[in-house]
């Protein structure tokens, strides 16, 4: 059953797991829990459940596509199976805080912004970033993320077909900032852009993945194309 007081009806802004939805769109507010991990001691740390330890970093999966490859040693440590408490986990926990802290700057999401989503395939897994310009200077900076390692049946795939895949992950997983955003440009390879003019002469798998793509009523271009309009 869900709690009354936690229940909010015709209100036009109001939070829900850690996000500020409103009638424009949604955030994530200032990550204020980092001061809190920094000020928590060595005996609190050994105290407080492991899941709830993990769970706190993880304001940063959503601007981070690397965030799994940050955390995994961190993640294997604070596992069930793990061993005991000890001096290795306080340190590994404070090192990653230190890492995410530090890594690339982000912005929260502007419905009325263009966005460009950005996938990086590779040997060890998939990533996708949905890109805003930096009101503050002319960088390309994300508002949200994901990644995760590849699956075994992924591995035996083409590398147009995994970037279709992460594109089509991205906007399932990700769909609030699809649906919610003004214009919606995603970068893709040359060889994935002459698929998509080539569509009468590919797999169904392929043929599927983009249809699938295109329902969400974006523009995709080459990335060399895309390059070039980001800098300017």
Known sequence: MVSPGKCHIAIE????????WSSGGYFQPPPDRTAILV??????????????LFGMLSYWRDYLPDFAARTRRLKALLSRDSAPWTSAHTSEFRAVV????????????????PVVLEVHTGPKG?????????PAGGRW?????????????????????????????ALKKLVQIAVYSSTLTIRVSPDVAALLKARLHISPMLL?????????????????E???????
Not at 39 to 52: S, Y
Not at 99 to 104: E, F, P, Q, R
Request: hydrophobic share 45%; net charge negative; charged share 20%.
């Open 98 to 113: 230190r890492d995410l802290m530090g890594a690339a700057p982000h912005l929260n999401f502007a419905p009325g912004e």
């Open 208 to 224: 599927w993945c983009i249809c699938d793509i295109q329902s969400y009523g974006c523009t995709v271009v080459a990335k060399l």
């Open 13 to 20: 802004e109001g939070g829900h797991l850690g996000d500020w």
């Open 141 to 169: 900076l994300p508002v949200a993320a994901f990644s995760h390692e590849l699956l075994p049946i992924e591995m035996e795939h083409s590398a147009a077909l995994l970037e279709l895949i992460t594109i089509q992950e």
């Open 126 to 134: 998939l990533a996708a970033s949905f890109l805003q310009a930096d």
């Open 39 to 52: 000020a928590l001691t060595d005996e609190q740390l050994e105290e407080m459940p492991r899941a709830k």
């Open 226 to 232: 895309a390059d070039e309009k980001l800098a300017a």
